[in-house]
């Protein structure tokens, strides 16, 4: 129910830009972004309110990436500028329609996940 695209190979300090669109209406609570990179686990990318537009952030993308809702119903974007080899892994796109008091970067309380889309960056 989620799609997510736009990962490919790009050189460091580029900028690549995912999309993650939805059936159906998911997207109506939280919706954020995380990624894996080789050998290491699952971590929290950003996460953005549908209804508020509320933003929340890694503190290693903080001021070069951007998530936010895209002018096409029901897509979600994250704009990655000033890419580094760190950044490197696969990126997963999630929903949560349930409200619940976790905060936005807890995924085990995502119950929406997209395929990944895997992100390049060659130094």
């Known amino acids: 129910q989620l799609q997510a695209s736009g990962g490919g190979l790009v050189q460091a300090g580029g900028s690549l830009r995912l999309s993650c669109a939805a059936s159906g209406g998911i997207f109506r609570n939280f919706v954020g972004w995380f990624r894996q990179a080789p050998g290491k686990d699952r971590e929290f990318v950003a996460a953005f309110a549908w209804r508020t537009g509320a933003t929340w952030y890694a503190d290693s993308v903080m001021g070069r990436f951007t998530i936010g809702r895209d002018n096409a119903e029901n897509t979600m974007y994250l704009q990655m500028n000033s890419l580094k080899s760190e950044d490197t892994a696969v990126y997963f796109c999630?929903?949560?329609?349930?409200?619940?008091?976790?905060?936005?970067?807890?995924?085990?309380?995502?119950?929406?996940w997209g395929q990944g889309t895997l992100v390049t960056v060659s130094s």
């Open positions: 999630a929903a949560r329609d349930y409200m619940t008091g976790a905060p936005p970067s807890e995924q085990a309380k995502y119950n929406y």
